[in-house]
T-cell receptor, first 113, second 113 residues
Framework: DQQVKQNSPSLSVQEGRISILNCDYT??????FLWYKKYPAEGPTFLIS?????DKNEDGRFTVFLNKSAKHLSLHIVPSQPGDSAVYFC????????????FGSGTKLNVKP | EAGVAQSPRYKIIEKRQSVAFWCNPI?????LYWYQQILGQGPKLLIQ????????DSQLPKDRFSAERLKGVDSTLKIQPAKLEDSAVYLC???????????FGPGTRLLVL
């Protein structure tokens, strides 16, 4: 039973434009959400997170939006750069339950120069 | 600061053989995780340690997989005997505590023939 879903396996965007990556979840108990970025042959690296008490968190070019009623979160990258080309995973957890992460299947972003 | 170290980086074995992976977490990180990432899927938690105690091993196939964390630092994950479906990347991650950001190692890519 996949509790976190990323329905777009890939996304292609022109350099300088906005990239929007989407993630849906089914467990209403999730209260902490993260995005990880993964380059080939490397482990995932933490990008940005959001707690369920917020609906937006920004860090430079990266913004995560959380819509609890729709059980949906998205990652916006503005402006997109070729170095952003990677696989992006969203993850969700229940903090009091030892923060066990459930990952989506990932979206491969390709930013074209 | 050194990151999470894993070895070997690649391993090819035949089914029914045994294999072991090693992980050295970031110094001072009390929590250690082993994930299995099958091609096209997100990482799935196999086992979580807090110091040298097991917090969660609900998704660890205990008939063939075992893990230990000696002295609350390094950890080994063993598969015996391996099956074809065990082909995956095995990721180790660590965090300061259970509610902190997880930092991933580069992973061990296992191919079972």
């Amino acid at each position: 039973d996949q509790q976190v879903k990323q329905n777009s396996p890939s996304l292609s965007v022109q350099e300088g434009r906005i990239s929007i990556l989407n993630c849906d979840y089914t467990n209403s108990m999730f209260d902490y959400f993260l995005w990880y970025k993964k380059y080939p042959a490397e482990g995932p690296t933490f990008l940005i997170s959001i707690s369920s008490i917020k609906d937006k968190n920004e860090d430079g070019r990266f913004t995560v939006f959380l819509n609890k009623s729709a059980k949906h979160l998205s990652l916006h990258i503005v402006p997109s750069q070729p170095g952003d080309s990677a696989v992006y995973f969203c993850a969700a957890s229940v903090v009091y339950n030892f923060n066990k992460f459930y990952f989506g299947s990932g979206t491969k972003l390709n930013v074209k120069p | 600061e050194a990151g999470v170290a894993q070895s070997p980086r690649y391993k090819i074995i035949e089914k029914r053989q045994s294999v072991a992976f090693w992980c050295n977490p970031i110094s001072g990180h009390a929590t250690l995780y082993w994930y299995q990432q099958i091609l096209g899927q997100g990482p799935k938690l196999l086992i979580q340690f807090q110091n040298n105690g097991v917090v969660d091993d609900s998704q660890l196939p205990k008939d063939r997989f075992s893990a230990e964390r000696l002295k609350g630092v390094d950890s080994t994950l063993k598969i015996q005997p391996a099956k074809l479906e065990d082909s995956a990347v095995y990721l180790c991650a660590s965090s300061m505590g259970t509610t902190e950001t997880q930092y991933f190692g580069p992973g061990t890519r296992l191919l079972v023939l």
